[in-house]
């Protein structure tokens, strides 16, 4: 079966601009050689922490962004070398919703306006015919035809993810890019928009790549986790393996440092925390790029970058010391 | 609390309307709770709830044009601190009561070095000498646990990561050893690592100082691991206070049940794959306040619930909730 | 990160988009800003007074009557005589028509081309290279100079001040606009635009051009004031509108040998320009302080 989303070594730098001195900064290694993929109807989810490069990942996965080295295929088809401009008929195959409900909508514009602009993109549809289709789509998110004329700010936020969701829904995508999409959201309504898309995978077969931090969220949402850290990922794992027993260091480190709500069992954890920042995407360790708080480096880590390899059971890690010899994976989960 | 041991901060019916327009709305609606010397509380709630502008309204950073207290007491030891004019506030602040605010970077002034601005701190507070302050500044941020704290007292706010300068901000809100810390937000615009780093170090500074401290939080995760009461705000009023382990164990208001039930980490532990999340939005500030607020999300609610607010009342020891069915609802929606 | 809590929003945001909203809202904030009050009936009076000059003075601003030559303000003549007789009242309300037109005309068409030009630039970074060496080249002539020698080069007529004052101004325009643009093609509905597929000319059109009008009115405002005052200073100098068109320049310019005997030739007309030009920025200012997307805290 071919992959949906097929990312192959994908590099993406930023040089900075020019300071005040002759020199140019390096540029900031946003993404470093990162394959993943995402076959039909899954969700995978991309976690990891600030400058780990993920939301440049997912705008090079929306060729928001042109990759300066890798491959990006959907549907089999290559598009990362495309220009801009003939890239319009493999966005209808993908679309994005954003972390920002408030941000990602323009605030002049009404919602049948928003939901309609990618119908108009893509057909020549009149008024009537366009305002019964994007009656259709609040319908399909649970909002109500009165939302119709209304303008962003009239309602809740909630609802404005709604709105997002409905609009990256009207050209009927296989591929949904869900970058923070609750991130901003209270708990209770981020419980009714994950609900949401998980019954609208179930209706109508979408795969989403899932941006996220939360991981108590990624536990319930995903299919698959790949672990992100400075342009790299470093492990991938069904979600239910890698919260039971994450294999690389900083996949150990992030499930330690997640709060846990709930007090009886929150005092019981040994809590090994990982000390100090994450360095600069611009001035990457040589080697391994998390041995600088690894609590298991030794020196080679500092002359070999490890690869990511296959670790049993649909698991890869990128670690010289990651799966323990005597840690066997079998083959059931 | 009893009168051999007085609570050092204490609030009473405070009431704090927001001008919008001609009209003005109670962002915060007759809150009452109390404080004991190196008590550590939590103050949870989504967005709307006032749990901000209880911060503001208890440290007199309130914009005159936009809101102001119109009710209620806000006790200091003992002292009526809601109406103090500007200057004597100024001498509160900073000294016995602190604050640390969400986003490090706006907090800081990004032209003086860290060193200088938690002298400036010391310097008013105290009248030290320049020295003298400087030598405290790198006492605090060595207490804060920033490497190398001499050398980093020169650095500017930019050249710092974001948990760095979240402990920064700690340090000069403890410079003069406050009595009260009050910390809205602390860690959500950090990444999770640093979080759990932050979070330890408040907890073990708060009890180290021996400081009361309020932290105020919408994660819940963040409530179960760090305090030892927790009071939940909807609306602009209190819906139920008690110690962490009852609120997690024992919940009594549908809300808090609602918004435990609707962690992702609850729907796994019940095995289910769609979230339990709770109905409708919170309503706006602007909506007129008859009745429990809650009712119209309530899966319990009654005829009376609209009719008339619910008063707090006790259901265990320490434990406090406004429900008028309290009594007869177990402990999960 | 968190959305500002709901109480903060503006109640110009209620009524966002919709264009009589937009009007009626941003007049009821004008009116209770004071000196947005001030400065708008101001203008609205000076305004008034030129559109009804053939109503409100008795007198031919062109009819000279000797016999009454420099005469102080009296019953007769609300402002005076002039040198030539001709009464200074009619002189200066049939005045303010031309400078007002000068005023207005300029803005408009420094706003229309500048955006224009601003969009393009900020839009396209091929096109903008370009473009900002031209603007740049233009702003680096000093710009009355530039009026000067353009009046004189094609002679005087309304629509040659105009262009005359116009020029020098549109990269000042061009400069605001590309700056909005370039901060608008950052948003992030800008982002979802192009990832939903739609053209760039599109997304220039619907989301970019009625965000950048704001900021392109407040500056309207400050050019038709410059306007004016440049018209008044090219007509003192002698190259800006011929003599037989009333203008306060050229009352101003008129006056200058008599300024010891008959002040108030100078005096009245200078009043005008002032309160005019005050006016305008009194408004300008206002606007820009309403439209600033700031979003208040209670800090």
């Not at chain 2, 939590?42 to 009710?71: H, T, W």
């Not at chain 2, 339990?276 to 919170?282: Q, T």
């Not at chain 3, 031919?60 to 303000?73: F, G, I, N, S, T």
């Amino acid at each position: 079966m071919t992959a949906l989303l097929a990312l192959d070594g994908l590099v993406k730098h930023f040089r900075a601009r020019r300071g005040l001195g002759w020199r140019r900064p390096p540029p900031v290694r946003a993404v470093d050689g990162v394959s993943l993929t995402v076959e039909p109807s899954e969700t995978v989810a991309v976690v990891g922490e600030s400058g780990c490069g993920k939301s440049t990942l997912a705008r090079l996965a929306l060729r928001l962004l042109d990759p300066d080295a890798g491959a990006i295929r959907l549907e089999g088809r290559e598009i990362g070398g495309l220009p801009q401009s003939q890239l319009r008929p493999f966005r209808r195959r993908v679309q994005a919703v954003f972390q920002d409900p408030a941000a990602s909508l323009n605030p002049r514009l009404r919602i049948v306006d928003l939901i309609g602009e990618p119908i108009r993109n893509y057909e020549a549809i009149g008024r009537q015919a366009l305002r019964e289709r994007v009656a259709g789509l609040l319908g399909d998110v649970g909002l109500g035809g009165e939302h119709l004329d209304r303008f962003p700010h009239e309602i809740s936020g909630g609802q404005r993810q709604r709105i997002g969701i409905a609009r990256a829904l009207a050209l009927d995508p296989a591929l949904l890019v869900l970058d923070e999409a609750v991130s901003a959201l209270d708990v209770s309504i981020q419980a009714q928009i994950l609900n949401l898309l998980m019954d609208l995978q179930e209706e109508r077969r979408i795969a989403y790549l899932f941006i996220a931090h939360d991981l108590s969220v990624v536990e319930h949402f995903a299919d698959r986790v790949a672990v992100m850290y400075l342009g790299r990922i470093v492990e991938t794992a069904p979600v239910a393996a890698l919260f039971a027993d994450a294999l690389h260091p900083y996949s150990e480190a992030l499930l330690a440092a997640a709060p846990i709500p709930d007090p009886a069992r929150a005092g019981l954890r040994g809590r090994r925390l990982i000390h100090g920042d994450p360095p600069s995407p611009s001035a990457i360790p040589s080697g391994c790029r998390f041995r600088t708080r690894c609590p298991i480096a030794r020196p080679v880590c500092a002359e070999q970058d490890p690869p990511l390899k296959p670790a049993g059971a649909g698991r890869t890690v990128a670690c010289h010391f990651r799966p323990e010899p005597a840690q066997t994976r079998s083959c059931d989960p | 609390m009893t009168d051999a041991n007085p609570p050092v901060l204490a609030l009473e019916a405070l009431e704090t309307r927001v001008r919008i327009g001609r009209a003005s709305f109670p962002a915060v609606d007759g809150v009452s709770l109390e404080l004991g010397q190196g008590e550590s509380l939590a103050i949870v709630g989504e967005s709307g709830c006032g749990k901000s502008m209880l911060a503001l309204s208890v440290m007199g950073l309130l914009d005159p044009q936009v809101a102001r207290i119109v009710s209620g007491r806000i006790l200091f030891d003992g002292t009526d601190i809601a109406h103090l004019p500007q200057h004597r506030l100024r001498t509160l602040r900073g000294r016995d009561i602190s604050m640390i605010f969400q986003e490090p970077m706006s907090s800081l002034n990004p032209v003086l070095t860290i060193g200088r601005q938690v002298a400036e701190v010391v310097r008013q507070h105290e009248g030290l000498s320049p020295r003298a302050a400087r030598e405290r500044a790198v006492e605090m941020l060595s207490l804060v646990q920033i490497p190398d704290p001499r050398s980093r007292a020169a650095a500017y706010p930019h050249q710092l990561s974001g948990g760095m300068r979240q402990r920064v901000l700690i340090a000069i809100a403890l410079a003069c050893s406050p009595r009260v810390l009050l910390a809205d937000e602390p860690t959500t615009a950090l990444d999770v690592t640093v979080q759990a780093q932050i979070l330890e170090l408040i907890m073990s500074l708060q009890q180290r100082l021996g400081m009361a401290l309020v932290l105020i939080t919408h994660d819940l995760g963040v409530v179960a691991e760090t305090v030892s009461r927790v009071v939940v705000m909807y609306a602009g009023r209190k819906v139920e206070e008690a110690s962490t382990t009852d609120l997690f164990a024992r919940p009594a208001h549908p809300y808090t049940q609602g918004l435990l039930g609707s962690l992702p980490s609850r729907a796994r532990s019940e095995g289910l794959r769609r979230l339990r999340a709770i109905r409708g939005v919170v309503p706006p500030l602007t909506a007129p306040r008859q009745g429990c607020l809650f009712a119209s999300r309530c899966p319990h609610a009654v005829d009376g619930c609209r009719e008339e607010a619910p008063a707090l009342g006790r259901v265990g020891p320490g434990h406090t909730v406004a429900c008028w069915r309290a009594g007869e609802l177990g402990d999960g929606p | 990160m968190r959305n500002p809590p709901r109480a903060f929003r503006t109640e110009t945001q209620a009524s966002a988009g919709k264009p009589a909203g937009v009007v009626a809202a941003t007049l009821s904030r004008l009116w209770r800003n004071p000196t947005a009050c001030f400065g708008g009936t101001l203008l609205a009076l000076l305004a008034a007074s030129a559109v009804l000059a053939p109503l409100l003075a008795q007198h031919d601003p062109l009819a000279l009557v000797p016999a009454e030559r420099l005469r102080a303000p009296s019953h007769e003549h609300l402002f005076g005589t002039d040198m030539l007789g001709r009464d200074l009242y009619a002189r200066v309300l049939h005045g303010g028509r031309l400078s007002l037109t000068v005023g207005i005309l300029t803005a408009v068409i420094c706003s229309l081309v500048g955006l224009a030009i601003g969009l393009v630039a900020g839009f396209s970074r091929l096109a903008d290279a370009l473009i900002m060496r031209v603007m740049d080249g233009i702003m680096a002539i000093p710009g009355i100079l530039l009026a000067i020698a353009l009046a004189t080069i094609v002679g005087g007529g309304v629509s040659t001040i105009v262009l005359a004052i116009a020029v020098p101004e549109v990269p000042v325009v061009v400069r605001v606009v590309r700056g909005v643009v370039l901060t608008l093609r950052e948003q992030t509905y800008v982002e979802a635009a192009r990832s939903l597929g739609t053209r760039p000319g599109r997304i220039l059109l619907r989301h970019i051009l009625p965000n950048s009008l704001a900021p392109l009115i407040v500056q309207a405002t400050y050019i038709c004031g410059l306007a004016i005052l440049i018209e008044a200073y090219l007509s003192f100098l002698g190259a800006g509108i011929p003599p037989e068109f009333p203008s306060w320049g050229n009352i101003m310019a008129e006056g200058r040998g008599f300024v010891l005997i008959a002040e108030w030739i100078i005096l009245i007309p200078g009043a005008f320009v002032a309160a005019t030009v005050l006016s305008l920025n009194l408004l300008g200012d206002a606007l820009r302080d309403m439209l600033d997307p700031r979003t208040r805290r209670a800090l």
